[in-house]
């Protein structure tokens, strides 16, 4: 009996154990897989499973193939064409680089592979089981690869056994396809299970019509094109207008270089951008693509390859925040503003627009060194060159303030503005909440206390900003009794109800002299104020938090201060609010995300009647 307690793993059990990092579950492969197909060059990319991915994953492009001895080598661990010594890993610019992926998924299954460049006669078939090659041989193939796993996780059971249903699990490999299909919108894709078509994607011109294609006309009218070009940081993509929300963030999708990843900060950073736009709890629908240097971000952090550290992170976290929330500020032309950058490839030839199957295309796993490396400043165009139909390039919300935005090099595609809110005409107020308008397109219902809140609010906020929010004084003080048990609370946070706008002064243990309120309500009314503002004071009082948290504040403070739903507005009020409306920025939501108005189209309305 040996006295080693420390060995060497044999090389079987150490790739067992490199699989399980790279590939967690049957999507991991087919992501490294079509990953691999799109740095070999392919235009046409093609998926097929069979039983949630563990009896079938077939994976064919028409990419760059590989030679005999490539083929053979790429099935070894740590075999790349990526990246040659530890300098390259500083600036990756292919989607793989590690040279795990394929002979991680060898280790773990079945795997036939099939490949031939353009340039040879014939093509190489290998069959290789656990990662060891058992057979070779030259096979009739159209140039590119073609990859079959079968039997997934077969000798691992112990992985097997957490694979969730089939239904989970091609669940889970749409979703990364997905993912995939949205960062490249210039090649096809498609995907098959158990022989039912899934994704049929032909390329296309933008990457609205990409997100068109995925999920469909009536949320891609509603996504807002934006780009803010910084030095060594460039944000740009589609974001749903404030009146979209969801109740996940599963539509909130993030790619660095082009690569998809999960980063909590830059998640962050949209969410923040939609903050007072949509309600608490719910979630935007957002593409984001970030393009940067490849030295300035690291990729390299994770076997998966979905993880990312950037050198500044506060910097990118500033363009999102900035490229998002500066669209939002105007949402005037959702889905029909158009970028004047060019695509990221060549435009395909029309004969290679139709849509590609699975026996005549084949598919590709390790690029070699013609693959076409990502560049961190490949531009993307975002919305096509001309517009799709006309449903499609109609705005959805309001057209207002059209020439207020300056310095875009974008060019809108013709389609029918609806004028300001205060230039349209006016049917009435409807239950003493609700301002009817008539557009030419139809009716729009205006909620008097989201506008007016949200009118309030970005006065409130922009006074604060500007050294602080106006007083104005009352005639006489008014003495504003507190409840004992919160009295010292009160008073302990008299700098925050000043900073509010209110001129207070304690008088006595329970009582506060009222000397002023927020100009922005007038002083009438003044004290019910304070005391609406002093109830919805939490166990903090108005303390803790920081900034965001006194901005939570300043929204209490406008919705108690804002025109309630069943008071009767005189139209010169009326008038005066839509005037202020149309003067204030993030108009479409209030500061709580609930919508300011409600569209009903003619034709929506004509068919209810059914003319």
């Not at 049957?26 to 990953?35: D, F, T």
């Not at 046409?44 to 083929?71: F, H, P, Q």
């Not at 056994?161 to 669940?171: H, I, N, S």
């Not at 749903?240 to 109740?247: D, K, L, P, V």
Request: proline share 5%; charged share 25%.
């Amino acid at each position: 009996m040996s006295d080693h307690i420390v060995h060497i793993l044999p090389e079987q059990v150490a790739s067992q154990i490199a699989a399980g990092e790279v590939v967690e579950r049957p999507a991991s492969a087919v992501k490294e897989l079509v990953e691999n197909s799109l740095d070999a060059g392919a235009r046409s990319v093609s998926v097929e499973i069979l039983g949630g991915g563990s009896a079938l994953i077939a994976v064919a492009d028409d990419g760059s193939g590989m030679t005999r001895a490539d083929a053979i080598l790429s099935l070894r661990r740590h075999a790349t064409s990526k990246i040659r010594s530890a300098a390259d890993l500083t600036a990756i610019r292919t989607l793989g680089f590690r040279g795990e992926a394929l002979a991680s998924i060898a280790s773990v299954s079945h795997l036939r592979m099939q490949t031939r460049r353009a340039a040879d006669d014939n093509g190489v078939e290998l069959a290789a089981q656990a990662g060891n090659i058992e057979d070779t041989r030259t096979c009739a193939i159209a140039a590119g690869t073609r990859i079959e796993v079968r039997q997934l996780f077969f000798n691992t059971p112990a992985r097997l056994k957490f694979l969730k249903t089939v239904a989970t699990e091609q669940g889970a490999i749409a979703e990364s396809f997905q993912r995939v299909a949205l960062a490249n919108h210039q090649i096809a894709f498609r995907l098959s299970a158990d022989g039912r078509v899934v994704f049929d994607l032909p390329r296309a011109n933008s990457v609205l019509e990409r997100f068109r294609q995925v999920f469909g006309p009536k949320i891609a009218t509603k996504m807002l094109a934006f780009d803010l070009d910084r030095p060594g940081i460039r944000a740009q993509g589609l974001a749903a207008t404030s009146q979209e929300s969801f109740a996940t963030g599963r539509m909130l999708y993030t790619f660095v270089n082009g690569r998809a990843v999960r980063d909590r900060m830059l998640i962050r950073a949209v969410e923040q951008a939609y903050q007072t736009l949509i309600p608490r709890g719910r979630h935007p629908a957002t593409i984001l693509f970030i393009d940067m240097r490849p030295e300035d971000v690291d990729v390299n952090v994770h076997p998966m390859k979905t993880e990312v550290r950037f050198r500044n992170g506060g910097a990118v976290f500033d363009v999102v925040y900035h490229a998002i929330r500066d669209r939002l500020s105007d949402q005037t032309d959702s889905a029909s503003v158009s970028t004047s950058a060019e695509p990221s490839m060549p435009p395909a030839d029309d004969a290679a627009m139709g849509l590609i199957t699975m026996s005549s295309k084949t598919t590709q796993d390790r690029a070699d060194d013609r693959a076409p490396s990502m560049r961190s400043d490949s531009p993307l165009r975002l919305v096509p060159d001309a517009p799709i139909d006309k449903a499609f390039q109609r705005p959805l919300t309001l057209a207002y303030d059209r020439d207020a935005r300056g310095g875009s090099p974008a060019a809108p595609i013709p389609a029918t503005p609806i004028p300001m809110y205060s230039q349209l005409r006016v049917i009435g107020q409807i239950f003493a909440g609700y301002i009817a308008l008539e557009t030419e397109e139809g009716l729009l219902l205006i909620d008097q206390h989201a506008a007016h809140e949200r009118v309030t609010f970005e006065k409130l906020r922009r006074e604060l900003r500007d050294g602080g929010i106006r007083t104005q004084s009352m005639l006489a003080p008014v003495s504003v009794e507190l409840n004992p048990a919160r009295a010292s609370q009160v008073h302990a946070a008299i700098t925050e109800i000043r900073a509010m706008g209110f001129e207070v002064e304690p008088f006595g243990p329970t009582t506060l002299l009222l000397k002023g309120a927020p100009a922005v309500f007038g002083p009438e009314g003044g004290a019910k104020l304070l005391t609406d503002m002093i109830e919805s004071m939490g166990d903090a009082g108005f303390r803790g938090g920081g900034e965001s948290a006194f901005e939570n504040w300043l929204k209490q403070l406008a919705c108690h201060g804002s025109v309630r739903v069943g008071r009767v507005l005189e139209p010169a009020e009326i008038h005066s609010l839509l005037a202020d409306l149309d003067r204030t920025e993030f108009k479409t939501n209030c500061p709580h995300g609930r919508p300011v108005h409600i569209q009903f189209a003619r034709g929506q309305i004509e068919r209810m009647f059914r003319r």
